[in-house]
């Protein structure tokens, strides 16, 4: 990864951070983008003293000038895009042990829609304004967040129809893509994560996103014979999960 550019959203926290900070090991330049200012010039901060070179782009992933201005921003710095990690996202977390969201009698199509634009929608938006660059270069790597549910975590449906669909948007944009040579996965964690923003008692149950390792860094320079595949990360290397 010496010298590519990877933006990710999300990047200011959880596994977002987790990916920008081991892509910036990996020798990337990273573009950080959140709608978390604060925490994301931490973030920044936290890259930079690594000696890494990197900027930190305000954006709201749901509003398609912020997702339109990030790229442009970002090659009118870098000259290029090599990765895109599509992180940002809403997730439910109950295996923190914080309130459920509402059954689907209860919730409000303003709260469906907010989770639905920021996952599915901001993976869209993103995608959409990656793939000129990279396929002016016939060169690039998509990255989209997976993960599941299952049907008895009742308040989850917004959140699990969003996986799904990313996971079959995936699919879709690979081909589309591929006579590109620009290479799209959708990656998951393969279980519950406990971030920094976790209670400390799940913090203790649950793995942390370093037990993620390098799975961004290999996902950001996958072959196209992963094209379209669901990966997860497993003992140093990429494997399909489909």
Not at 59 to 65: F, I
């Amino acid at each position: 990864m010496h010298g590519r550019v990877a933006v990710v959203t999300g990047g200011a926290k959880g596994i977002g951070r987790h990916a920008a900070h081991t892509l910036a090991k990996a020798g990337s330049k990273i573009v950080l983008a959140d709608a978390d200012v604060e925490r994301m010039h931490k973030t920044l901060g936290e890259i930079t003293n690594m000696g890494c070179e990197a900027i930190a782009v305000p954006a709201d992933v749901r509003d398609e000038k912020d997702v339109r201005r990030l790229m442009h921003e970002t090659v009118g710095r870098f000259g290029q895009i090599d990765a895109l990690i599509n992180d940002a996202g809403i997730v439910p977390h109950f295996n923190w042990g914080i309130p459920r969201w509402p059954r689907v009698r209860n919730l409000s199509k303003d709260f469906w829609d907010s989770v639905i634009q920021t996952n599915l929608g901001g993976t869209f938006l993103c995608t959409k304004y990656v793939v000129p660059f990279m396929e002016e270069r016939r060169s690039g790597n998509i990255v989209n967040l997976w993960g599941g549910g299952r049907p008895e975590n009742h308040g989850a449906s917004p959140y699990v129809v969003s996986k799904d669909a990313i996971r079959t948007f995936t699919r879709f944009v690979a081909e589309e893509e591929r006579e590109w040579n620009v290479c799209v996965v959708a990656f998951s964690p393969k279980q519950a994560i406990a971030t920094e923003d976790a209670p400390e008692e799940a913090r203790k149950r649950l793995p942390g996103p370093e037990t993620l390792g390098n799975g961004f860094v290999l996902a950001a320079q996958a072959g196209m014979e992963m094209t379209g595949k669901t990966v997860e990360h497993r003992d140093g290397k990429l494997v399909v999960v489909d």
